[in-house]
C-alpha cells in the first residue's frame, strides 16, 4: 500500500505562483512512476507532468515552460513548481503513484488540492 498526502494549493492571482507537494509513504520501493493530474469542474482528470521509469519527465501541452516536477528523494516528496499560471489552471490537482509488487500493479491517489487561479 502507498499514502499519498497533498499541499500547497490555494488562491492566486493570474500569472502567479503556487508549490504543491506531495508525500509519498509506505510500499514505496514498489513505486515506479509519480506524477500530478488535474480535474477540473465537468471535466476529466488529465496528466499534467510526470516522472515516468528511470526518472524521464512528461508535461501536457498546456503546461510546457510554465510547470516543472521534481523529487526529493531523502524525502519521499514529489513537488509540483507552477509558474505563469492562467484561469484556465484552475482545477482539482491530484498526486497519483503507480506500483508494482508482486507482480500486481496498483493505483494509488492523493486527496486532491485546490487550485484556483482567478483576479
Known amino acids: 500500500q502507498v499514502q499519498l498526502v497533498e499541499s500547497g494549493g490555494g488562491l492566486v492571482q493570474p500569472g502567479g505562483s503556487l508549490l504543491l507537494s506531495c508525500a509519498a509513504s509506505?510500499?514505496?520501493?514498489?513505486?515506479?512512476?509519480m506524477g500530478w493530474y488535474r480535474q477540473a469542474p465537468g471535466k476529466q482528470r488529465v496528466l499534467v507532468a510526470q516522472?515516468?521509469?528511470?526518472?524521464?519527465?512528461g508535461y501536457a501541452d498546456s503546461v510546457k515552460g510554465r510547470f516543472t516536477i521534481s523529487r526529493d528523494n531523502a524525502k519521499n516528496t514529489v513537488y509540483l513548481q507552477m509558474n505563469s499560471l492562467k484561469p484556465e489552471d484552475t482545477a482539482v490537482y491530484y498526486c497519483?503513484?503507480?506500483?508494482?509488487?508482486?507482480?500486481?500493479?496498483?493505483?494509488?491517489w492523493g486527496q486532491g488540492t485546490q487550485v484556483t487561479v482567478s483576479s
Open positions: 497519483n503513484a503507480r506500483s508494482v509488487a508482486t507482480g500486481r500493479a496498483s493505483t494509488y
Open positions: 509506505g510500499s514505496i520501493s514498489s513505486i515506479y512512476s
Open positions: 516522472f515516468g521509469s528511470g526518472g524521464s519527465t
